[in-house]
């Protein structure tokens, strides 16, 4: 490892060219490589790729306009940045100029021995350098050909395809890139993607700084190995101006084309920021994929409305989600079409009538209009992207806040949806923690790579009378002169302060600690978990075993940080305990359940319940984990709320049955089989293909039932209908005692599976198609 050879094999890669779609077989271009790599090699570059990742973002040497392939960042970090700085452009009456620049097969054209001196001037430890460099020389590939052969060729220069290391290396490859330009023009950069602009009230002057800047650029790509393509980049005017003048761009005599709009990371922005053309793609999109939905399924027969929903949500909702939130305010013409989309889509998945009112669908299919969900997705991406510190995000959002309170500009439009959330992130009374970078990367990387000692499976069970019996057995087992202390948390109510509470058996000592409201219960628990380790280290308690009631804190600690999601006070916990571990301290976790008659944790609960009103407030804080769950509560009230005015004029059957908004579809639970799903569906909503309401709606001419005893509505044909077999339903009522004379209304508000399935006996044994 101190030299990093590596084996030929390891090196060698099997290269299966795979044609695209309709293109020309005989053009080498057409093809996409696939290549297959040493296992050995995969596994080796993980262990490198972890702790290279974790040197380079520690220490802050990548540039903070790359957001590639780095954890916490995005694609939707560098749109939103890009997006602010048009409105806040719009908000002082200025154009902007961009230029969105493609490099050709920049992966392909990285240089070792340039790479190698970056490696170097980041002062990247000499192992690991040594490991990359062997791994990037002398490489060869066996291109597999269609007869069955294969042929051999040597590679000087690149980044292997498939290699997780690859992103990296060409981040750090690109590191000092922004520093090479102008410092007056904006950079933005996802891995090979760039995106210069600059922002001037004076269009030409925009034009002549972007163009100095280009000029730089081109310096730069070429004492780096790399070249851009004029024709495929494309330059953009976004301004309010009605007739913007005429602009020309160059890179190295080459004009770049201009255009009206442009897609960036998948979102099509267009000059006037209406979001006309994304969402016209976005709905052709859209429109084939419903196809399949259509294919899968009808009103009576085909896949269930439990599989259609989420069909429908990995096809079609994605594609509604992405970026679309960044485009508010934008055309009301525009965004009612995604609305369309989203009631064919949800008529497909129910088998609902075209005449169901659409807020009702939304309810039955738990699908929020597309509106309230933006705003949600705003919120859950604003709330997560704010806990760092160095987030450009933050400040501009607070200029463009000021210019929507007072500037002319946003007199007669809607407040962008992450104003909006950033306006409900600063009024929150407790502040967020924050950070420089991921916590993943402001902690010692041995820290995150020790594996803790917890013991999940103590042999005691829940409700068992003699567990504090049982309890002390294991203690004189296992622990027989070791400190014990106890953990828990408390939260009386969802408004409630979370209460933390610490007990140490042996001194009597106790600790009580009051968290924001906007904490969960998890973070309490591991908060606790946090406060034992710290006492820990004040009274230096050589041995000690921490036990907690909350298995899923421990679990979460027991997780490898670089293969799951990494919550900032699990890392904490870490850091602590690796503390623990430099000074010999013997630490063990054990989880206990709770509420069993174990005097220490009897206390701790005591602590923690007392402590939700009189707990230390230091430090009263919020995890940004906790503020991820409070957009879905904000959505759902302002859903409700919408519900209950949108009621008032349509839905009003539909919400005499269904007035609460459900956490998920009844039918997720309650799976029948499709006819009888459809049906049911329909009569809840109160449209169905029953002669009363054909009649209303002026398709059939009578509304009387084929019996000839009364309007056949669905209390008649299930209830009294003579033609049709009622005696399971009665019988089931009768064994429930429900009072007769009832209705289906009343039957189907009660939400009671069985009834629900007598319905679904009815439907099927009659041959029902309402």
Not at 443 to 463: C, H, Q, W, Y
Not at 530 to 552: N, Q
Request: aromatic share 10%; glycine share 4%; with cysteine.
């Amino acid at each position: 490892m101190v030299t990093g050879n590596i084996p030929t094999s390891w090196k060698t890669q099997l290269i299966i060219p795979i044609l695209k779609p309709n293109k020309n077989p005989s053009d080498c271009f057409s093809y996409r490589p696939i290549a297959l790599s040493s296992v050995l090699m995969k596994i080796s570059e993980h262990l490198v790729k972890d702790r290279l990742e974790w040197f380079i973002e520690s220490n802050q040497l990548l540039s903070e306009s790359q957001f590639g392939f780095r954890k916490s960042k995005s694609t939707i970090d560098s749109i939103s940045i890009f997006v602010t700085d048009i409105r806040i452009a719009f908000s002082k009456n200025h154009s902007l100029v961009a230029a969105f620049l493609d490099i050709n097969a920049a992966y392909d054209n990285v240089i070792v021995s340039i790479l190698k001196n970056r490696l170097n001037d980041l002062n990247v430890p000499i192992m690991l350098c040594n490991f990359i460099v062997n791994m990037l020389s002398e490489r060869f590939v066996n291109i597999s050909l269609e007869d069955g052969g294969t042929k051999s060729r040597y590679v000087w220069k690149g980044l292997p395809q498939g290699s997780v290391l690859s992103p990296l290396l060409y981040n750090i490859y690109t590191s000092n890139l922004e520093s090479a330009l102008d410092s007056n023009v904006q950079i933005l950069q996802y891995a090979d993607d760039l995106l210069l602009y600059y922002t001037h009230q004076s269009v030409q002057k925009a034009c002549s700084s972007l163009s100095c800047s280009l000029n730089l650029l081109k310096k730069w790509l070429d004492s780096n190995g790399l070249e851009l393509s004029p024709t495929k980049s494309s330059v953009v005017l976004f301004s309010r101006m009605r007739l913007p003048p005429p602009i020309s761009i160059y890179y190295n005599n080459t004009e770049i084309p201009v255009k009206t709009n442009v897609k960036f990371l998948g979102v099509i922005l267009d000059s006037k920021m209406t979001g006309i053309p994304h969402c016209e793609y976005i709905v052709n999109k859209c429109e084939r994929l419903l196809n399949i939905l259509r294919c899968l399924s009808g009103v009576w027969w085909g896949a269930h409305p439990f599989c259609m929903k989420l069909l429908y949500n990995a096809l079609i909702r994605s594609l509604l989600d992405y970026g679309t939130f960044l485009l508010e305010p934008g055309s009301t013409v525009a965004f009612k079409k995604l609305d369309s989309i989203q009631s064919k889509a949800l008529r497909l998945v129910s088998g609902a009538m075209k005449s169901s009112p659409i807020n009702a669908l939304q309810v039955e299919c738990v699908d929020p209009p597309l509106q309230l969900r933006r705003q949600y997705l705003s919120d859950s991406f604003l709330f997560r992207s704010l806990q760092f510190s160095s987030h450009p995000l933050h400040s501009k959002l607070r200029l463009l806040s000021d210019y929507a309170s007072s500037a002319s500009y946003w007199l007669h439009k809607s407040i962008p949806c992450l104003v909006n959330s950033f306006r409900k992130f600063i009024n929150f009374q407790a502040p967020t923690h924050q950070f420089p970078s991921s916590p993943l990367f402001c902690t010692n990387f041995e820290a995150l790579i020790i594996s803790p000692d917890v013991r999940l499976d103590l042999g005691i069970v829940k409700d068992d009378p003699f567990a504090n019996i049982t309890f002390n057995n294991l203690l004189e087992e296992n622990w027989p002169d070791c400190h014990y202390i106890f953990t828990d948390a408390s939260k009386h109510s969802s408004t409630g302060c979370v209460g933390v509470g610490v007990f140490h058996s042996q001194y009597d000592i106790v600790q009580r600690v009051k968290l924001p409201p906007e904490s969960s219960v998890f973070t309490g628990e591991c908060y606790a978990i946090f406060k034992a380790l710290e006492y820990i280290l004040i009274f230096k308690l050589t041995k000690s075993v921490i036990f907690s009631d909350a298995r899923s804190a421990l679990q979460a600690l027991i997780r490898f940080p670089f293969r799951s999601k990494s919550f900032p006070i699990i890392i904490d916990i870490r850091d602590k305990l690796f503390k623990c571990q430099q000074l010999g301290y013997s630490v063990s976790f054990a989880w206990i359940p709770g509420h069993n008659n174990i005097p220490g944790n009897i206390k701790a609960d005591q602590l923690a319940n007392r402590a939700v009103d009189d707990g230390d407030l230091f430090p009263y804080k919020n995890y940004c984990h906790d503020l991820g769950s409070l957009p879905r509560v904000y959505l759902r009230d302002q859903w409700k709320q919408s519900w209950i005015r949108s009621s008032e004029s349509k839905g009003k059957y539909y919400f005499s049955i269904q007035r609460d908004i459900p956490a998920k579809p009844w039918f997720f639970k309650l799976k029948l089989c499709k006819r009888a799903t459809s049906t049911i569906i329909r009569m809840r909503l109160g449209h169905v293909c029953s002669p009363a309401h054909l009649a209303r709606l002026q398709i059939i001419q009578s509304d009387a039932c084929e019996c000839g005893t009364g309007v056949g509505d669905i209390n008649h044909l299930f209830l009294s209908c003579p033609l049709l077999d009622h005696t399971p339903l009665y019988t089931f009522l009768h064994s429930l005692k429900v009072p007769l004379p009832t209705s289906i209304p009343v039957l189907l508000h009660s939400m009671n599976p069985d009834i629900y399935k007598y319905l679904s006996i009815c439907i099927i044994n009659n041959d029902l198609k309402l």
